[in-house]
């Protein structure tokens, strides 16, 4: 296939900054252009569009108009390792004991979705967080409806979705997770769902295609990368468990428009390398899934695993 031909199904593929992290942004946003991709999900972090640093809106402003020139669609991503704090990953969080902390994640949340408005994002991405040592669980859904409700009135003052990850080893961890949380908030319009399609491998009861069906209501983003059963590691397509057109499939058949965001975090030493294989992969995953949605597939498998196992395992 050329750069730019469609899959067979109505789906638009996009590759996060997260796994082109040795890249300058502008350098990854087009060689995704010239692999052919539809989008990027763009991780806001010290080397691509920090949040923190001055000038930021201006800074937006020239990555908004590079993303027109190169023609592709954009969500904005949150999870940072380090963007926040140096030395604890992911943190702090909408969990933390410290209201000063909380109010330091919510404030990146809040400049997430002014860049997403000026880039005219699909969603802004986001998540939970780890419970605190010390923290009881009815604590800590407490303090995330809490810190959610700033957020969600920018969300709905900008027009811009912002869109939950249910994350291993988080307080919000399964799609039963946000359907409570989205029950505790009286099911607000702009609270819609990201969808990782290898964490419902990793640990939801349902299988991914099924989980796809399940989340169609709420769906806003997706991330999709290979995973085993119980491993949350993001792996290569092919080097993990899943039947993935029966999962392109369902989600066509959602009528998602949105970004669907290849996510390999660990594989930023060979990001070129992955991004160049993984669009063939989907694309190719898409043409099976437009024949036929039942019985196992082959597609071939391109890259190694991951070395590094992104630490949490599910029974």
């Not at 080397?47 to 020239?62: E, Q, S």
């Not at 010390?134 to 409806?145: F, H, M, N, P, S």
């Not at 369902?250 to 390999?264: F, I, K, P, R, S």
Request: include cysteine; aromatic fraction near 4%.
């Amino acid at each position: 296939m050329t750069p730019h031909e469609p899959s067979a199904l109505p789906l638009r593929f996009g590759y996060g900054t997260n796994g082109l992290a040795d890249l300058r942004l502008d350098d990854a946003l087009a060689l995704l252009a010239d692999l052919g991709y539809h989008g990027v999900g763009l991780t806001l972090d010290h080397m691509h569009l920090d949040p923190l640093a001055p000038d930021l809106a201006a800074r937006t402003g020239r990555v908004a108009r590079r993303l027109d020139e190169l023609g592709l669609g954009v969500t904005v991503e949150t999870g940072a390792r380090y963007v926040l704090d140096p030395r604890r990953k992911h943190g702090p969080s909408l969990l933390d004991p410290d209201p000063d902390d909380r109010a330091r994640r919510v404030d990146l949340l809040l400049r997430a979705v002014r860049v997403a408005a000026d880039l005219g994002a699909h969603a802004v991405h986001c998540f939970s967080g780890t419970v605190p040592d010390g923290t009881d669980e009815d604590t800590a859904w407490k303090r995330l409806a809490e810190s959610f409700a700033p957020v969600l009135d920018a969300a709905s003052a900008a027009g811009v979705p912002l869109a939950v990850e249910p994350e291993p080893g988080h307080l919000l961890a399964t799609l039963a997770d946000f359907h409570q949380l989205r029950r505790a908030l009286g099911d607000p319009e702009p609270l819609g769902l990201t969808l990782d399609v290898g964490h419902c491998q990793c640990l939801e009861p349902l299988a991914p295609a099924d989980c796809v069906r399940e989340a169609a209501p709420w769906l806003r983003h997706v991330q999709i990368e290979d995973m085993r059963r119980g491993i949350h590691e993001h792996l290569p397509f092919g080097d993990g468990e899943i039947d993935f057109p029966p999962v392109l499939a369902a989600l066509a058949a959602t009528g998602y428009q949105g970004l669907t965001v290849v996510e390999l975090p660990r594989h930023s030493h060979a990001g070129p390398r992955f991004a160049a294989h993984s669009l063939p992969y989907l694309r190719r995953a898409a043409r099976l899934a437009a024949r036929t949605t039942s019985g196992p597939s082959t597609v071939p498998s391109h890259g190694d695993p991951s070395a590094t196992p992104e630490g949490s395992t599910t029974p």
